[in-house]
């Protein structure tokens, strides 16, 4: 039987997982490939930590060139994540023919565009399903199944730390802060959880669908982000009592001449699929021009997981081998050579609902003047809710309103008005409402 000899940079949980899929599933790997994968070497600084699995005598080695150097090697995972020396791992890679397996998302959101051109230079191909939803087929879906269509929407949860806390303030009314600590203990979230509660890494894969579904480059700076850490248990109870869940939402949409591309806390109904998503699970809503909805779900992260993800990319790659051929599926959808700059919509242009949280003194008028201030701004109120007589420690209530579609850089100009108002005490909260847009 045909050998393809292969090697592992990083030997990490999912470089863990990785090898434990080869081991185990090596039988069932050789039926569908008619080939066998030979994990030739792994390279990680740390050969001597127990990882809970045998590997053969000798594969281990502390050095990454071991594996660049290899003649006999014709794929190289790259699983260490982070920029450097990543980066350069794969650039080497590809400059002496290998292909190149990544689940690296930061990386190929940030560095992508010189790694894509190098791996097309080299006539090289490069698989990265594990860096966008884990698990989840996403990037096959819009590289192959999908190729028919237009995408004219992608609403996508994208980062299961941030859902597994929001679901848990959901569902117990804790705290953001408590819950974070409870998901830190809980080993879900990293010491430093910046990156997943900030929308960071939602940006990084949503740069990375972006460019699959447009066939285009896109500057990851002209992403909107907005993270969770500001949500409060009382914004969820309100969003529940308007018929809604908060999930940190990923959202590109075709306009006329641009896309607009926006990651934010985003109120959605009860009963949309992605309202259903709960715990560290990701999920994918895309629609296409002839397919309609599509719909992805699974585990975003995790060992075995994301491991599923890399194999399934060495088997992609090592069909090709086989077969003589490279690159059969283009690197990011479309031709490499046609590849453009992605125009993306200045986010005062979108046009949304909101809903607003305001802190205002108890006192008749306030009402008005608070809707005065939205009238004079193009913001039509959809709803009012104002509960109790609870005083903060300013002496006020809160009031919330819900508001037809607006357009964001109204809705900003009358919030900077309102700040300056008397009887508004404290920023007032603002999370964006997606309802006929999921429809
Ligand atoms: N930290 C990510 C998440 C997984 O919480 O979903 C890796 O991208």
């Known amino acids: ?20 899929l080869l081991q185990n599933s090596s039988q069932l790997l050789e039926k569908q490939l008619g080939a066998r994968l030979v994990l030739k070497k792994i390279a990680d600084l740390d050969i001597t930590t127990s990882r809970g699995i045998s590997v053969e005598e000798g594969i281990l080695t502390k050095d990454a060139a071991d594996i660049l150097n290899d003649p006999e090697i014709s794929i190289v995972m790259e699983l260490i994540g982070g920029y450097e020396p990543a980066r350069s791992f794969i650039l080497e890679a590809m400059r002496k023919k290998k292909h190149v397996v990544t689940a690296n998302k930061a990386l190929l959101a940030t560095h992508g565009n010189e790694i894509f051109e190098t791996a097309a230079k080299e006539e090289v191909d490069i698989g990265f399903e594990a860096s966008v939803g884990g698990t989840i087929p996403v990037i096959k879906t819009l590289k192959e199944s999908l190729v028919a269509n237009r995408i004219k929407s992608i609403f996508g ?86 018929g809604y869940r908060i999930k940190l939402l990923a959202i590109a949409i075709q306009r006329e001449d641009s896309i607009e591309a926006r990651i934010h806390p985003t109120m959605i109904p009860f009963d949309h699929l992605l309202s259903n998503v709960n715990g560290n699970f990701n999920a994918f809503h895309i629609v296409g021009d002839a397919a309609d909805s ?89 709803s009012v809710i104002q509960k109790g007589r609870t005083h903060d420690a300013h002496g006020a209530v809160p009031i919330v309103m819900t508001t037809h579609e607006s357009r964001e850089k109204d809705v900003r100009k009358a919030l900077k008005e309102m700040d300056t108002l008397d009887i508004v005490r404290g920023k007032t909260m603002v999370i964006r409402i997606e309802d006929d847009k999921l429809k």
Do not use: C, W
């Open 1 to 20: 039987m045909k050998e393809i000899y292969v090697g592992l940079i990083g030997f990490g949980t999912v470089g863990t997982g990785v090898v434990k």
């Open 294 to 382: 599509v719909f992805l779900y699974g585990q975003g992260a995790g060992m075995m997981p994301t491991a599923s993800a890399v194999v399934g990319d060495l088997v992609d790659i090592s069909r090709d081998i086989l077969k003589g051929i490279s690159r059969r599926v283009p690197l990011r959808s479309r031709r490499e050579d046609i590849i453009e700059d992605i125009k993306l919509m200045p986010m005062d242009d979108i046009v949304t609902n909101y809903y607003l949280r305001f802190s205002a003194l108890d006192r008749p008028g306030v009402l008005s003047r608070i809707s005065g201030v939205l009238g004079n701004n193009n913001i039509s109120i959809s």
């Open 157 to 242: 949860i994208m980062n299961g730390t941030s859902n597994f806390i929001l679901t848990k303030m959901t569902d117990e009314g804790e705290s953001f802060d408590v819950v974070l600590k409870e998901a830190q203990d809980l080993g879900f979230a990293e010491a430093d959880p910046t990156f997943d509660i900030e929308g960071i890494d939602t940006a990084h894969k949503l740069a990375i669908t972006l460019a699959l579904s447009y066939g285009k480059r896109v500057n990851l700076d002209d992403i909107y982000m907005e993270g969770i850490s500001k949500i409060t248990p009382e914004d969820i109870e309100f969003a529940r009592e308007l």
